[in-house]
């Protein structure tokens, strides 16, 4: 269904306060200069054992000005509707600008008296040059959904998380119940001086449902729905993209035979990795690694620098040849999917990792400029109209084999191995490397069947060892997009959501943790 842009948002003056700035901006001496007003709607609801434990409704709206002046970056932000309050704007980003320039041209001298690495480079803050991107003209664009969850009454969303919750209630062996839902609308308008003007609206929601059990000794574990956080409306929450009836059923009696578990013994295992979990190690050993800002080394302060840097773009092999991964901001339904992006570049798929080996990242226009690596790809990104974009992550995702097996076809070719399924907690180093990740349901495999649960699992592995150790993918039928709303980067931090969507995948011989004996219990 095609939706229109909010009609309240559109009221608002958006091209005559973009004018006023933009115009400031050139008669300062701007090279470059974008304009973008954002307004963006969070509402979240809790329940606790099927009764309202919490709510929120929040909008974020004003404006931003970005320049280049005299090859250095200047921002400012806003929220007064006025042209002359626009116009000020735009002059506090170019006096932002000429500090900016000051402060690099002490940084260059300094850097100038040794030799200088790409990380060197940037920080001597050399000129800031774009990559060129086509002007788009005027554009408009609206994330596919069918329902607007802003359209629905709240009462309606929380009577449908009760209904849930006291269905897991009423089940044996489940305590206690946790629902959860948060909708966003994003709605974006950007201008800047060559004459790309977006205006843009974004949907997305995330359900989650979390059974608890705890026994008289008092034992307990918990299991979550596996559904992920997807670029749907209302409809997602009543049976499209997901069956809530299956797996509200299931949750019990897997939770039951999780508790009466054994706990797994340490040592080497296969793999099969359901795309439930697999997202999240997509995410954080490829998604973030290959961010152009941290192999450079300038993305380092939040979560560290990345182990695939420029040099070995080509020729690192970063796993198995059956690896391909791409960087998608046109996936449908994805958390990253947008039409153009926070700098004007349109929507773009292309390849990270091909046949195995590193050949791509994820780039602004600043970065692909930099670095000579060609046109952005879209990748630019601001999570508030107070905030400067930034380079982000798009949609990450592991192809299928088109002709691969199911998932039931990898498991039969485990003679002893794991199957795990849904994500939990990770651990990962400063460069992406090294890493553990646990789950939500591990089942034991011997001779290719599922032979019950296991607790207490983490695989272990270095990111080049563990994809290397993919021996085969799922086909299309067993491809699923998962994702997070809460990815973090920069500094001031910014949060960004992003799918990531991946087969089922086949791993030999990865070395698995046993998690109480490691916490020493």
Not at 327 to 348: K, P, S
Not at 371 to 386: M, Q
Not at 459 to 469: L, P, R
């Amino acid at each position: 269904m095609v939706h229109e842009i909010d009609e309240s948002f559109l009221a608002l003056p958006l091209r005559a306060l973009a004018d006023a700035a933009l115009a400031r901006a050139r008669a300062l001496g701007a090279e470059h200069a974008d304009f973008r007003f954002e307004r963006n709607r969070s509402a979240s609801w809790r329940l606790r054992d099927a009764k309202p434990a919490g709510s929120s409704d929040i909008t974020d709206a004003g404006y931003a000005v970005r320049v280049v002046h005299n090859g250095a970056w200047g921002f400012a932000s806003g929220v007064d509707l006025t042209m002359d309050a626009a116009a000020k704007v735009a002059s506090r980003a170019v006096e932002m600008a000429k500090l900016s320039a000051r402060v690099a041209e002490a940084a260059g001298a300094g850097a100038a008296a040794r030799s200088a690495s790409a990380a060197d480079r940037w920080a001597m803050g050399g000129r800031v040059e774009l990559a060129d991107e086509p002007v788009h003209g005027e554009r408009t664009w609206v994330s596919s959904y069918e329902v607007n969850p802003f359209d629905v009454p709240d009462a309606e969303k929380t009577a449908l998380l009760a209904r849930w919750s006291e269905r897991l209630l009423g089940a044996d062996g489940v305590s206690h119940a946790d629902a959860s839902l948060l909708t966003v609308q994003e709605n974006k308008f950007y201008a800047d001086t060559a004459g790309t003007v977006t205006t843009q609206q974004r949907v997305r929601l995330h359900p989650e449902l979390t059974a608890v059990s705890v026994t008289d000794s008092g034992d307990f574990d918990s299991m979550r729905t596996l559904a992920p956080p997807a670029g749907r409306g209302w409809e997602y929450m009543t049976g499209t993209g997901w069956d809530w009836d299956a797996e509200l059923a299931r949750i019990p009696e897997l939770l039951a035979e999780k508790m009466r578990s054994p706990s797994v013994e340490p040592g080497s295992y296969d793999l099969v990795v359901d795309p439930s979990n697999l997202w999240l190690t997509i995410h954080e050993s490829i998604g973030h690694a290959t961010e152009l800002d941290r192999a450079l080394g300038y993305e380092a302060a939040y979560a560290g620098t990345s182990f695939a840097t420029p040099d070995l773009l080509g020729t690192l092999k970063y796993g198995s040849p059956v690896m391909n991964v791409t960087g998608d901001r046109t996936a449908e339904h994805g958390l990253a999917t947008i039409g153009y992006d926070d700098e004007g570049v349109e929507a773009q798929s292309w390849d990270l990792v091909r046949d195995g080996i590193l050949v791509g990242y994820q780039l602004d226009r600043r970065m692909a400029k930099l670095t000579g690596l060609g046109r952005s790809n879209g990748c630019a990104y601001a999570d508030s109209p107070s905030s400067v974009p930034v380079q982000r992550m798009a949609n990450v995702s592991l192809r299928p084999d088109p002709d691969g097996p199911s998932t039931e076809e990898l498991i039969s070719r485990v003679d002893r191995g794991i199957y795990v399924v849904g994500d939990r907690s990770w651990s990962i180093d400063m460069q992406r490397y090294n890493f553990q990740f646990t789950g939500q349901r591990f089942f034991r495999i011997e001779n290719g069947r599922l032979a019950g649960q296991l607790r207490d699992v983490a695989y272990q592995a270095t990111t080049t060892d563990f994809w290397g150790s993919m021996e085969a993918v799922g086909g299309p039928q067993t491809y699923v997009l998962g994702g997070a709303f809460n990815c973090g980067k920069a500094q001031p931090g910014q949060v960004a959501s992003v799918s990531h969507g991946c087969p089922s995948a086949l791993f030999r011989g990865v070395n698995i943790l046993n998690t109480a004996q490691e916490a020493g219990r």
